[in-house]
């Protein structure tokens, strides 16, 4: 099955930066990535969008992280990234990583999460 393999989490103090990656393997021949992204989750808190890309390179910010968080790919290796600056408390979350897939029908997959720290 396809596996996400996440990096880059930790902690930083507000104001700092931090970049996230996330790296897709056992894609099944057959089977194409449509677009891949983050979400977020903080505690007493919904899972949230943080920003997708498709594989068209369209790009979605959520408006809490818009201009401050950059999501780029690298298709040779099925990766996203996610570029984090000018960080704050608020930011504090597990973030996860999702992957979604088509052959016939389209498939989410989710990675693990990392979880990113924010201290003031």
């Known amino acids: 099955q396809v596996q996400l ?3 880059g989490g930790g902690s930083v103090q ?3 930066s931090l970049t996230l990656s996330c790296a897709a393997s056992r894609i099944s021949f057959g ?5 891949m992204g983050w979400y977020r989750q903080a505690p007493a808190k919904q899972r949230e969008l943080v920003a997708t890309i498709t594989s068209s ?3 979605n ?3 809490s992280v818009k201009d401050r968080f950059t999501i780029s790919r690298d298709n040779a290796e099925n990766t996203v990234y996610l570029q984090m600056t000018s960080l704050k408390p608020e930011d504090t ?5 999702k992957l979604t897939v088509v052959g016939i ?3 989410d997959y ?6 990113v720290t924010v201290s003031s």
Do not use: K, M, P
């Open 57 to 59: 390179g369209s790009t």
């Open 31 to 35: 089977f194409r990535i449509l677009a």
């Open 61 to 63: 910010y959520a408006n």
């Open 5 to 7: 393999v996440e990096s």
């Open 105 to 107: 029908l389209e498939h």
């Open 14 to 16: 507000a104001g700092g």
């Open 110 to 115: 989710w990675g693990q999460g990392t979880r």
């Open 93 to 97: 979350a597990v973030y996860y990583c």
